[in-house]
Structure formats: C-alpha cells, structure tokens
C-alpha cells in the first residue's frame, strides 16, 4: 500500500481506548431513532464488548428503547421479561441466557452477553415500567417454539380460537420438530402448511387489532409476534432447499418487519439498537450482495426509515481467535483467525494501524452518487471485508469468507480491532441440532 494511503487512513482513524473515545460516533448518531451495530463474527468478545459500551451509552444518553438482536423471538422474550423485571422472571437474566439450547448457543449465551443484560436489569430497576429498556429477537427460526408458545397463549387468554393452532400444530407434527424433514416433504407433498399457517395468522392479526386498544401489553404482542414468525418459518424453510436468494430475503425481510412492528408497539418517539452480523446490518447494495438479488436489514432500514435517521456501524479485525465449528451443528471450538488476506480491508487499516485500534466516521454518501477517488478515497474503493459465521474453515476463507465492500457506503462508521478474541460461553460447549445455515456460512 503507498504511504500516502496509510497517511490518509492514520489521519482519518479516531483512536478507540474507551467509552469516550465513542464521543465523535454518538455525535454521529445524533438524534437518529436507528442504530444498527455490527460485528465480523459471531463468537469474537470484542465486537460484543464495544457494542455493550455503546449501547449503555444510548440508552442512558440518547433515550433508546430496547435492543433487538439476531436471535430468536421466544427466548428473547425471556430474557426481556428478567431484564424488565417482569413478575415472575428470574432475577438474573444470565440464569435465562445459560438455558438457550438452539445451536449455536454460543452467540448469545455468553459472558459478554450475560454481563450486558444484567447492567440493563439494574438500569431498569431505577425506572417506572412504562419506561423500562426491553431485549427482543428479530429472527425467524423458532417454527416449533413459536407454536407452542401461540398455542400456550390462547388457550389461556381465548380458548374458543385455539381451534386454528391446532390445525397448524397437526400439520406440523408428523415431521418431529425438524424443518428439514418438513422442507424436503413439500417437495414431494401435495400441500404445504401454508394454508394452516395462515389461517393461524390472519387470526391472530384480527386479535391484535381488537386488543390493541385496550391491551398494550407486552402478552397480545408476542402472541400475534410468534404467528409471524410461524409464518416465516414456513415459508424460510421451504424456501432454503432452492439455490438462490429467497431464503435470504425471507429472512431478513422478517426481521426488518419485526423491527417495524417492535417500533410501532413502543410509540412514536421510540428508538432501537440493533445487535447483527454485519452481513445483516451493512448495507447489501454496497457489497455483491446486490448483484445476486439479494437485501438485507441494513438496506431495508435505510430504505424505509431515512428520515427518522438511521446509522449502521460496521466491525472488523485483521487476526486474533474465534468461538466457531468446522461443519454445521458441529462441536464449536476456540479457532485462530490467520492474519487478513493481501489486499483485503483488514490488511489495508492493519498495515496503516499495526496493533491499534480505531474508530472512523464517515461523512454522509449517497448510494448512487459515490465521491471522486481523491484524498482518503480508500474507504470509496472495493476491497474484500471479510465475515466469519458460525461455521468457519481458516484454510479456506479466502474464498469463502471476504465480501466485496465500498466500506463507507456500506456503513456510516467502522470500528477496526487489530488484534480480537474469542467469546468466552456461558456453558460447555458442545453439538446440538441446528437450522440449515446461510451465506456467507451461517451469519
């Protein structure tokens, strides 16, 4: 790289030392009502760590109303119920994270995580409950738990509609809790459980327009919530057996919707942190991404809340270890991340900031109208940026773990970690059964 390159990223970098440090980033943010935080990989501490830091900086600075990550609606709940201070929660939110059993667990069973939800509890405990900070999952994998969980709900709250989930439930039932099963069945079935799945849904729409009125509760939400995610569900796993984009844009269309549907419950004046891969949050149509068709949270959000502002914050590190597994379901183990490939991203900044770490800031772009290459055109330039899902092979990233990027069209900021480590998990880790993964390698 010329000198003249590493003397325009040093001048540009902002070093990274603490939650002051943060200062030109919550400038940055503002008043915006979204801030999506990313992260490189799934089972590095140190993304978690800075998120945690800027997240309790938001929230006790900014205002903002809950957090939302990439995980799934029914366990989240529970951890939002303990860390809200529900009647009849655990006290200890880390006590709800260590029982997460979907692979892989890791991801938000973890210390960081842990150490994270229990800082909200005692932040809430100084709050009317109408003000409270919740927890929620924006993903769209729990088929099953979300069943029972619709199902659970009416027959305590409207026994006489519980007739629809019933129906769902028996369609599902023959495949044993496995989506895999139930996916590869439609390809040889008549009928799906669409029909079921919908029915199940439209009523429970119906429900919440008549109990929003009267009822804000947190209840009638998640009921009509887990009928979303049933709905999902279906379609997500039917469509993952296809080559292609769909399954993708399912996914992420669900929890750009869910998000939607968190901000609308909590009022006009809400404000949401968002904790995703950065495949999620950056982006699409600044990496390649867009030229297979694909979208994702990042872009949904731009495209749809621009003008409530919204700020997407990227991550990433040139070596270090990683919490990963070799195949899908796999035991996860403590993996070394081998030093950035030539000409990548994260061998660019490591080359201009050995050992540092930092944070950038990037001035406001539009998509379609990119700046002229000049003085600090590096982050205007594509490089390779590299993405570690929960599935990860060293010896071959190199072509599977880089996605072409126009860094500072695909995020607002950057925060650059030389050197990163592995996250430390809240039980021993070991296989379980998992959803089929998804590109680049289960992020």
Same mark, same amino acid.
């Given at each position: 790289?010329?000198?003249?390159?590493?003397?325009?990223?040093?001048?540009?970098a902002?070093?990274?030392?603490?939650?002051?440090?943060?200062?030109p980033?919550?400038e940055?943010i503002g008043?915006a009502?979204?801030v999506?935080?990313?992260?490189?990989s799934?089972?590095?501490a140190?993304y978690?760590?800075v998120r945690?830091v800027l997240?309790?900086?938001l $929230?006790e600075?900014k205002g903002?109303?809950?957090?939302a990550v990439?995980?799934?609606?029914?366990d989240?709940?529970?951890?939002?119920?303990?860390?809200?201070g529900?009647p009849?929660?655990p006290?200890?939110?880390?006590?709800?994270?260590?029982?997460?059993?979907?692979w *892989?667990t890791?991801?938000w069973?973890?210390?960081?995580?842990a150490a994270?939800?229990?800082?909200l509890?005692?932040?809430?405990?100084q709050?009317p409950p109408?003000?409270?900070?919740g927890?929620?999952g924006?993903?769209v994998?729990?088929?099953?738990?979300s069943?029972h969980?619709?199902?659970?709900h009416?027959r305590e709250?409207d026994p006489d509609?519980v007739?629809h989930a019933?129906? =769902?439930?028996?369609c599902?039932e023959p495949?044993?809790e496995e989506?895999?099963?139930?996916?590869?069945?439609t390809?040889?079935? *008549?009928?799906?459980?669409?029909?079921? /799945?919908?029915?199940l849904l439209?009523?429970?729409?119906?429900?919440?327009?008549?109990t929003?009125?009267?009822?804000?509760?947190?209840?009638?939400f998640?009921?009509?919530?887990?009928?979303?995610?049933?709905a999902?569900?279906?379609?997500?796993?039917?469509a993952?057996?296809d080559?292609g984009?769909?399954?993708?844009n399912?996914?992420d269309h669900?929890?750009?919707?869910?998000l939607?549907?968190?901000?609308?419950h909590?009022?006009?004046?809400?404000?949401?942190v968002?904790?995703e891969?950065?495949?999620?949050? %950056?982006d699409?149509?600044a990496?390649d991404?867009?030229?297979?068709?694909?979208v994702n949270v990042?872009q949904l959000?731009r495209?749809?809340h621009m %003008?409530?502002g919204?700020?997407?914050?990227g991550? %990433?590190?040139?070596?270090g270890t990683? $919490?990963?597994?070799?195949a899908?379901?796999d035991?996860?183990? $403590?993996?070394?991340v081998?030093?950035a490939?030539?000409?990548?991203?994260?061998?660019?900044?490591?080359?201009?900031?050995?050992?540092e770490?930092a944070?950038f800031?990037?001035?406001?772009v539009?998509?379609?109208?990119?700046? =002229?290459?000049?003085?600090g055109?590096w982050?205007?330039?594509?490089?390779?940026?590299?993405?570690i899902? /929960?599935?990860?092979r060293?010896? %071959?990233?190199?072509v599977?773990?880089y996605v072409?990027t126009v860094?500072?069209q695909?995020?607002?900021?950057?925060?650059?970690?030389?050197h990163?480590?592995a996250?430390?998990?809240l039980?021993p880790l070991?296989a379980g059964?998992?959803?089929k993964?998804?590109?680049?390698?289960?992020v």
């Amino acid at each position: 790289m010329p000198d003249t390159d590493q003397a325009g990223i040093r001048s540009q970098a902002l070093p990274l030392t603490g939650p002051a440090s943060l200062d030109p980033l919550m400038e940055r943010i503002g008043d915006a009502h979204y801030v999506l935080l990313g992260e490189a990989s799934h089972g590095t501490a140190d993304y978690y760590q800075v998120r945690d830091v800027l997240t309790r900086r938001l $929230i006790e600075e900014k205002g903002f109303s809950f957090v939302a990550v990439e995980g799934d609606w029914p366990d989240c709940q529970s951890v939002h119920c303990s860390v809200v201070g529900a009647p009849g929660a655990p006290e200890d939110p880390g006590e709800v994270l260590a029982g997460f059993d979907r692979w *892989p667990t890791w991801m938000w069973a973890n210390t960081e995580v842990a150490a994270f939800a229990r800082w909200l509890r005692r932040h809430n405990e100084q709050l009317p409950p109408e003000r409270r900070v919740g927890f929620f999952g924006l993903d769209v994998y729990s088929l099953w738990e979300s069943l029972h969980a619709v199902l659970a709900h009416l027959r305590e709250h409207d026994p006489d509609r519980v007739r629809h989930a019933l129906e =769902a439930y028996r369609c599902f039932e023959p495949f044993d809790e496995e989506p895999q099963s139930y996916a590869l069945a439609t390809r040889y079935l *008549p009928e799906s459980c669409e029909p079921q /799945v919908v029915s199940l849904l439209t009523e429970l729409r119906r429900r919440a327009a008549r109990t929003a009125v009267r009822d804000g509760s947190l209840a009638e939400f998640a009921a009509r919530q887990n009928a979303e995610v049933l709905a999902g569900a279906e379609s997500y796993y039917r469509a993952m057996l296809d080559s292609g984009p769909q399954s993708w844009n399912i996914r992420d269309h669900h929890m750009a919707d869910t998000l939607d549907r968190l901000m609308e419950h909590h009022g006009p004046d809400a404000k949401a942190v968002v904790w995703e891969h950065n495949t999620h949050i %950056g982006d699409a149509r600044a990496t390649d991404m867009a030229d297979t068709g694909m979208v994702n949270v990042g872009q949904l959000v731009r495209e749809r809340h621009m %003008g409530k502002g919204v700020v997407l914050v990227g991550f %990433g590190s040139h070596s270090g270890t990683v $919490i990963a597994a070799d195949a899908w379901g796999d035991v996860p183990r $403590i993996m070394d991340v081998p030093p950035a490939h030539p000409g990548s991203l994260e061998d660019l900044l490591h080359q201009a900031l050995p050992g540092e770490r930092a944070l950038f800031v990037f001035p406001h772009v539009q998509l379609q109208h990119p700046p =002229a290459a000049g003085h600090g055109a590096w982050f205007h330039e594509e490089h390779g940026h590299r993405a570690i899902g /929960v599935v990860y092979r060293p010896h %071959g990233e190199r072509v599977a773990n880089y996605v072409p990027t126009v860094l500072a069209q695909r995020y607002d900021a950057f925060c650059y970690l030389d050197h990163s480590h592995a996250l430390t998990p809240l039980h021993p880790l070991a296989a379980g059964n998992g959803e089929k993964q998804t590109w680049p390698v289960g992020v």
